[in-house]
C-alpha cells in the first residue's frame, strides 16, 4: 500500500492589515471570507478574521493557488480532527507543527477542519491525483497567534465523500 498524498501550505498574516480592510469594507469582508462558525473563532473579530485568512491562505497554497471559479467558501470549517477517513493527517500536521512554532516564536494551538469544494476542491483532487469514485478533499490546520502575528499551517488529502461529515 502507498501513504497517501498531501499538500502542506503555511502563511503568516498581520492582523492589524486585516483589522484595517475590515474597516475599510465593513462587515462585507468578514462575510466575503469568512462563514459565520470561522467568525467565532477567537472573541476579537479581527483575529477571527485574520486567523480565518491565514488558514484559507495556507490552504489556496497546499491547492497550488486560485483556480478559475476560485471562492474563499470553497473552504468550510467542519470541526476539530479527526478528519473521518484520515485520521492519520493530524499525526503528520503535528510533526511539521514544531519547526514553523521555531521559526516564527508563535504557538500553534488551535485547530480546525475543513471541507474543500468548488473549483478549490476540483484543483486538489487533480493535484492529489485521487483516483477513487467520489472522493473528498478534507483538510486540517493548526494556528495561533502573538501580538499582531498569526501563524496557520495546514495540510489537504483526500478522503470517501461518505466518510466526511461537516455540520
Do not use: N, Q
Not at 103 to 126: D, F, I, K, N
Request: glycine share 10%; proline share 7%.
Amino acid at each position: 500500500m502507498t501513504a497517501p498524498l498531501v499538500l502542506f501550505g503555511v502563511d503568516v498574516v498581520d492582523v492589524a492589515r486585516v483589522t484595517r480592510a475590515m474597516s475599510y469594507s465593513g462587515p462585507a469582508y468578514t462575510r466575503h471570507v469568512a462563514s459565520p462558525a470561522e467568525r467565532e473563532l477567537h472573541v476579537d473579530p479581527g483575529l477571527a478574521t485574520a486567523a480565518t485568512v491565514a488558514v484559507k491562505e495556507c490552504l489556496v497554497k497546499a491547492v497550488g493557488g486560485r483556480p478559475p471559479g476560485f471562492s474563499w467558501h470553497d473552504f468550510e470549517a467542519s470541526g476539530e480532527a479527526p478528519l473521518p477517513g484520515a485520521e492519520w493527517a493530524e499525526p503528520l500536521l503535528a510533526a511539521a507543527v514544531p519547526e514553523v512554532e521555531a521559526a516564527t516564536g508563535v504557538s500553534m494551538t488551535e485547530r480546525c477542519a475543513y471541507a474543500v469544494g468548488g473549483a478549490s476542491g476540483s484543483a486538489a483532487l487533480a493535484r492529489l491525483a485521487d483516483p477513487r469514485e467520489g472522493a473528498a478533499v478534507v483538510g486540517l490546520a493548526r494556528w495561533g497567534f502573538r501580538g499582531d502575528l498569526v501563524v496557520a499551517l495546514a495540510i489537504l488529502t483526500t478522503t470517501s465523500r461518505g466518510a466526511l461529515r461537516c455540520p
